[in-house]
């Protein structure tokens, strides 16, 4: 993981500062708040590769049942002698 670090100057609401000083130590917050938007970076991008995998597969479905039922003979063949 890259260690270099930027400055910024952001604005959150007054109740969400409170919260955050709470649940963090002092001289913590860069962190908590560092850990935080990259816990959210991870949920979005992990969203928008299964909305990708969903319409692949949507893409798909039609053709894998098409190849599905070219084999079922081949599938069910031989399992009457079990």
Do not use: C
């Not at 649940?23 to 913590?28: A, F, N, V």
């Not at 908590?32 to 597969?57: T, W």
Request: no cysteine; net charge negative.
């Amino acid at each position: 993981m890259n260690t270099e670090k930027v400055r910024l100057n952001i604005t959150l609401p007054v109740a969400l500062v409170r919260e955050l000083t709470e649940m963090t130590e002092p001289r913590k917050r860069s962190q908590f708040i560092a850990d935080s938007v990259a816990f959210r970076i991870k949920q979005l991008k992990d969203e928008k590769r299964d909305a990708l995998l969903a319409e692949g597969y949507q893409a798909e479905k039609e053709e894998a049942i098409k190849i599905t039922k070219e084999f079922e003979g081949l599938d069910i063949h031989g399992w009457d002698d079990y």
